[in-house]
C-alpha cells in the first residue's frame, strides 16, 4: 500500500493511502485519508475489514497508534468501514464520527468500545487540538445520509463517492489529464448519484469553499484550478441515468 504527504502546515498535515497492489482480486480501490495533528488523528473512510493489516502497518510508520483517536465514515458502505470491528478491539477509546441515520446498520460491522458520534443532518465539526475540521453535508450522493470533511486551512475538502473514478493500482494519485479522465468518472457518477437536485445542492455549497484539493474515496485527487473543471463538469452531467 502507497502513503504519501498530501499537504503539511505547522499545525496538523494530511496524510493518502492507497493504491494496494496486493488487495484480494475483485474488490473495490479506495483511497484512505488521515489528519494528523500534534496529539491526535482522525482517520477518513479506513475501509474495508480485508485492508486492516495493510492499513494499521502503513498507519505505525507515521505515527504511535495511541494518537489515532478518532474515525469518519462518510456513510455505511462496507468498503468505507467493514473493517470497524477490527478498529474496535485495536482502538478501544476512539470515537467514530458518522450520519446519525447509518448508526444502527453501521453496528453490525461490530462495535463494543469505540463511541458512536453521530452527526446530525445540517453537519458539524470535530477539533484535534487546534485544527477544526467541519463536516459538510452530501446527502443522497450516494448515500441518503452522507458526509464530507472540510479543512478550512489546508483547503483540503474529502469528497467521498464524489470525484470517484476506477484506477490501475500503478496509476498516480493526482490528476494529470482532466479531459481524458473524465471518461473514468462518468458512468459511475450517472448510475451511483441518483439525484440531479442533491447533486445541485452540493455544488451550491461547495462553491462557497476555497478548496485546492479535492480528495475522493476512489480515484485521483484533483488540485488547483481542476477543482472548479470538476465541479462544472459534474454541474452539467445529468445523473440517476445510468440503468
Known sequence: ??????????????????????????????????V??????????PGGIELFAAMLANIVKHIPLSQLTH????????????SLGLWDQTLPKAKLYSPWLWEGFIRHFGMNNISYEPIADNG????????ELQFIPAHYLH??????????????????DIGAALE??????????????????????QRWMPSNRAKNDWIKRVRKLDIQ???????????????????????NLNVGVGV
Open 213 to 235: 484539493y479535492l480528495c475522493p474515496q476512489h480515484g485521483r485527487i484533483f488540485r488547483g484550478p481542476q477543482v472548479k473543471q470538476f465541479l462544472d463538469w459534474f454541474e
Open 124 to 131: 458539524g465539526s470535530v477539533s484535534l487540538d487546534q485544527v
Open 71 to 82: 474515525l469518519f465514515a462518510s456513510h455505511q458502505d462496507p468498503d468505507i468501514i467493514s
Open 1 to 34: 500500500m502507497k502513503s504519501e504527504l498530501i499537504i503539511e502546515t505547522p499545525t496538523h498535515k494530511w496524510l493518502y493511502f492507497g493504491r494496494d497492489p496486493e488487495k484480494p482480486d475483485k474488490i473495490i480501490d479506495t483511497n484512505q485519508y488521515m
Open 168 to 189: 490501475d493500482p500503478q496509476a498516480d494519485i493526482y490528476v494529470d489529464d482532466f479531459e481524458q479522465h473524465c471518461a473514468k468518472m462518468a458512468y459511475f457518477h
Open 143 to 160: 448515500a441518503s445520509g452522507n458526509f464530507h470533511v472540510y479543512d478550512p486551512v489546508t483547503k483540503v475538502l474529502m469528497s467521498g
Open 36 to 45: 494528523v495533528s500534534s496529539h491526535h488523528a482522525l482517520l477518513m473512510d
